[in-house]
């Protein structure tokens, strides 16, 4: 971390002309690290037109260049849907959505970039198509965005909160309720920035509804819907009520049922098609390791 105080000197600057002096980094760099909260004034998030003021107390990450060699790779995908402007795909466990510094290859970008020449780049070099992600060790559905006309309008209609979502998860302890809903707000975890929390510290509103599909002895089986979409969301909010999802190595209890991966499963998606606005929605079944442990606990 390094920390930075402004003088009257440069009261009154733009945050990210500020720190492009200091930090002898681009001002485009500075904006991006802004945009991931790696950057806080007085613990706080700014934007990148904040205009700083003497005394503030700027905390910012230590900048890690991201070089990266990004090549396409033949991967067996899981297409669900695919046409002119999109595809749906049900991705697998254990696959990373886009790489990053240190994990450059094996992600469903590597292999999306193999499948198909046609991609957005809205969301920049590296995440070509990705207009939302899923988490490495979650499977199940995602849409990809062949064109930047496309990405616009799914992005958008995420962000208006019109799209349909569902995931299935196990979680630890018995859920004595038959549904309920979630609504806390989820930011960085303030004592650990590497994880996601639900906390009051530049945070943003999040809701997520469940239903209860099935009981077992100290599992339960859940139907989950996204009213929003932060990162981690039912994770973390599932963590935060005290069930666990199951096998999550972050959120998690260290008790594992087996090695396969964590239990949550995105089974519906559905939006407004961009082009034909006509809507789609798309389902796809648990994968064999979820279904093997739900075997396990049944007969157990």
Known sequence: MQKYVVTEVDSNTRIDAYLSKQMDLSRSKIQDMIKEEKILVNAKKVKSSYLVKENDEIVAEEYQEEIM????????????YEDDDLLVVNKANGIVVHPAVGNPSGTLVNGLLYHSKNLSDVNGEFRPGIVHRIDADTTGLLVVAKNNKTHESLAKQLEEKTTHRKYVALVWGVVATDTGTIDAPIGRDPSDRKKMAVTDINSKPAVTHFKVLERFANCTLLEL???????HQIRVHMNYIGYPIVNDPVYGHRKKIDDTGQCLHAKELGFIHPTTEKYMEFTCELPECFYNILNQLTNS
Not at 69 to 80: A, G, H, N, Q, R
Not at 225 to 231: A, F, N, S
């Open 69 to 80: 060699d990004l090549k396409p790779e033949k991967m067996d995908l899981d297409i669900v």
């Open 225 to 231: 819907q996204l009213e929003t979409g932060r990162t």
